[in-house]
C-alpha cells in the first residue's frame, strides 16, 4: 500500500563549520510543502531503517526531516523560497548512531541525490541508491522526476531547439526566429516515472501563457500557424500531467520578426481549429486562397502530414471532401498549403478531435457513374455504391435521379441496381443521388451529376 507522510522540518546548517539555525518554533503551513518524494528499491539492508531528506541550496541545507525507508512511500516536503537551483538528497545512514548534527561530507550510508532542481511544485522518484562514505561522492542522478517533458521546436529549416532544459540553447541564448504566418512545429518528450499505474493525462500547449492545444495521448505534435502573432518575442510553454495531478512544465521563447507580403494567403475557414469532430462523418474542409505578386500554381491538402488532394485548377482548389473514415479517433492536423508560380509557399493549419459517435452513420461513395460522367441517351447502366458501416449492417440503398425514386439495390452483397435504361432521360446535366440505411436506422446520402447526351441521327 502507498503511504504518504509528512516531514518535520528541523534544522539548517552550513556543511563543516555545523552553525545552526532553530527551525524548532516555526510552524509550517501542509499546503507549502509543494514538493513530493516517492521512494523506491530502498537497499535490502537498508528497509526500515531512518532515512533522511534534505534540500540544499548554494551547499547550505535549507530543511531537512526525518522518516522511515519504506517502500513506495511518497513524502512532502517543503523546497526552498525563491527561484535559484537547488539539490534533493535522500540519506539512508549505515550508522544508527547518526544524527543531524553529523557532518554529510564524512557520513558512510546509502545515498540518492537529483542535483540542479528548479521547481517547487513537483514529484520526484528516488529509484537508485548509491553506498557512499560521503555525499560528496554521490552523482546528482539518482532519483528521476515523477512526470518529465521536453519541449522541442522546429523551424522551417529543420533545427531542432530543446526548451529550457537544454544545456546548449540555455548557454548561447538561440532563440528560433519566424515570419507572422510561419507553422511552427512543437512536439514534446514525456518521460514517465511515476508508480506503476499512474498514466499521463494530458500535455498542453501555451503561447504566452494562453492555452492553444491539449492532447490526451500521444503524439503530442503540433503545428502551429503564427499568421495571428504580431512582431515580437513569445513563450512557449507545455505542461504534462500525470493521472495523480503531479505535472512538469518546459518552456522556450520564439521570436516573430515581421512577415513576407509578397506570397500566398491561406485561411482554413471549416472546420474551425480545435472542433470536434462526429468519427465516421464527411466534412468538406475550405480554404481561403488568394495570390500574392504571382499567381497561384498548386494547393495541397495535407491530413496527418499526408497528402490527401493537389489541385491546379482555381475551381477545384477552394474545398476537399474529407471521408473521416480514413482516420482514427483522435486528434487530427489539416494542413492546407498554397504555392505560386514564383515557389513562395504559404499554409494554415488547424488541429481537430475526431470522436467516436454512439452509432456510426454509414458511409456511401457513388462508383457507377462516375463523377461527371458522360452517357449517351439510351444506354443501360448499372447504379453502384461503396458503402462502410463500421458498426451496424447496411439494410437498404435507394436510389434517386433527379429528385425520383428509381429503384433500390437488390443485390444484398452490394446494393446495386441492375440495367437502369436512360431513355427517358433528355439531353443535359442530371443527378443521381444514393441514400443507405443501416440495421439502426442511421442513413447517409450520396450524389453525383452526369450528363446526357443524344446521339446523331
Not at 115 to 126: D, E, H, Q, Y
Not at 330 to 357: C, F, H, K, M
Request: net charge negative; charged share 25%; glycine share 8%.
Amino acid at each position: 500500500m502507498k503511504r504518504i507522510l509528512t516531514l518535520i522540518i528541523l534544522t539548517q546548517f552550513v556543511f563543516g563549520c555545523k552553525e545552526t539555525i532553530d527551525f524548532s518554533g516555526a510552524k509550517v503551513d501542509e499546503e507549502s510543502k509543494t514538493l513530493s518524494l516517492t521512494i523506491k528499491n530502498v537497499p535490502d539492508d537498508a528497509q526500515d531503517e531512518r532515512l533522511f531528506v534534505f534540500t540544499i541550496i548554494e551547499g547550505e541545507i535549507y530543511s531537512t526531516g526525518e522518516t522511515v525507508a519504506v517502500e513506495d512511500t511518497t513524502i512532502l516536503v517543503l523546497p526552498p523560497d525563491g527561484n535559484k537551483a537547488y539539490d534533493l538528497v535522500a540519506f539512508i545512514p549505515t550508522s544508527k548512531d547518526w544524527k543531524l548534527s553529523d557532518d554529510l561530507s564524512d557520513s558512510e550510508g546509502y545515498y540518492s541525490k537529483i542535483a540542479g532542481l528548479t521547481l517547487r511544485s513537483t514529484n520526484v522518484v528516488i529509484d537508485s541508491w548509491e553506498n557512499e562514505e560521503s555525499l560528496d561522492d554521490v552523482s546528482g542522478d539518482g532519483a528521476l522526476l515523477a512526470i518529465d517533458v521536453t519541449l522541442e521546436i522546429e523551424d522551417p529549416s529543420g533545427i531542432v531547439l530543446l526548451g529550457a532544459r537544454s544545456l546548449a540553447a540555455a548557454a548561447s541564448g538561440e532563440k528560433l526566429e519566424f515570419e507572422a504566418g510561419d507553422i511552427v512545429e512543437i512536439d514534446a518528450t514525456v518521460d514517465n516515472n511515476g508508480a506503476v499505474g499512474v498514466t499521463i493525462s494530458s500535455v498542453t500547449y501555451y503561447i504566452n501563457d494562453s492555452e492553444i492545444k491539449s492532447y490526451t495521448k500521444a503524439p503530442y505534435l503540433l503545428k502551429y500557424n503564427t499568421v495571428d502573432l504580431a512582431v515580437g518575442v513569445y513563450t512557449v510553454k507545455v505542461v504534462a500531467t500525470n493521472s495523480l495531478g503531479q505535472t512538469d512544465v518546459d518552456e522556450e521563447d520564439i521570436i516573430i520578426v515581421g512577415e513576407d507580403e509578397e506570397g500566398p494567403s491561406v485561411e482554413i475557414t471549416e472546420p474551425d481549429n480545435r472542433d470536434e469532430l462526429t468519427h465516421g462523418l464527411t466534412y468538406e474542409i475550405e480554404a481561403s486562397i488568394s495570390s500574392g505578386t504571382s499567381d497561384i500554381a498548386t494547393v495541397e491538402y495535407k491530413i496527418n502530414g499526408t497528402t490527401v488532394a493537389s489541385y491546379t485548377d482555381e475551381d477545384d482548389y477552394s474545398y476537399y471532401e474529407w471521408n473521416t473514415y480514413d482516420n482514427n479517433v483522435g486528434a487530427v492536423t489539416i494542413e492546407v498549403i498554397a504555392t505560386d508560380e514564383a515557389g513562395q509557399s504559404r499554409s494554415d493549419i488547424i488541429n481537430v478531435t475526431l470522436i467516436a459517435p454512439e452509432n456510426y452513420t454509414p458511409y456511401a461513395a457513388i462508383t457507377s457513374p462516375s463523377a461527371n460522367a458522360t452517357i449517351e441517351q439510351g444506354t443501360v447502366i448499372d447504379l453502384k455504391v461503396s458503402i462502410t458501416d463500421k458498426e451496424g449492417d447496411i439494410t437498404t440503398v435507394y436510389y434517386y435521379v433527379d429528385g425520383g425514386q428509381v429503384g433500390t439495390g437488390d443485390d444484398a452483397s452490394s446494393f446495386t441496381l441492375e440495367d437502369y435504361s436512360t431513355a427517358g432521360l433528355a439531353a443535359g446535366k442530371h443527378t443521381i443521388y444514393a441514400e443507405a440505411y443501416d440495421d439502426e436506422s442511421s442513413q447517409v446520402g450520396k450524389e453525383v451529376s452526369f450528363t446526357i447526351t443524344v446521339p446523331a441521327p
